[in-house]
């Protein structure tokens, strides 16, 4: 037990981290598995790629524009995470 937390464990941590905002930045995109689950019952499931469908389909292109420049920034700073966890351990 003791290998594990502290040789194990320690040199695990940043594919762990890394993991974890990969998984964050994949599901941010996630349309399909959301609607087909939770549906789109309005009101109840408000996440990102359902409102901007439903923005698009009522012809409300601003906020469609605004959550998806929310969702573009998310992907982008969990990716430039990725990449300043890269540099810090691995060089």
Same mark, same amino acid.
């Given at each position: 037990?003791?290998?594990?937390? #502290? &040789?194990? +464990?320690? /040199? ?6 890394? @993991? ?9 995109? %996630?349309? @399909? &598995?959301?609607?087909? &689950?939770? @549906? /789109?019952? %309005? @009101?109840?499931? #408000? !996440?990102?790629?359902? &409102?901007?469908? /439903?923005? !698009? %389909? ?7 524009? *605004?959550?998806? =420049?929310? *969702?573009?920034? *998310?992907?982008? +700073?969990? =990716? ?5 966890? /890269? $540099? $810090?351990? !691995? =060089?």
């Amino acid at each position: 037990l003791e290998t594990l937390f #502290r &040789v194990i +464990l320690p /040199n695990m941590k940043a594919s762990i981290l890394v @993991g974890f905002v990969l998984h964050f930045a994949h599901t941010l995109g %996630e349309f @399909g &598995v959301v609607l087909m &689950v939770g @549906g /789109n019952i %309005e @009101g109840k499931t #408000r !996440v990102a790629s359902i &409102v901007i469908y /439903n923005a !698009v %389909e009522s012809i409300d292109y601003a906020t469609a524009h *605004l959550y998806s =420049l929310l *969702l573009l920034s *998310l992907s982008f +700073l969990s =990716l430039l995470t990725l990449y300043i966890i /890269n $540099r $810090r351990w !691995v =060089l």
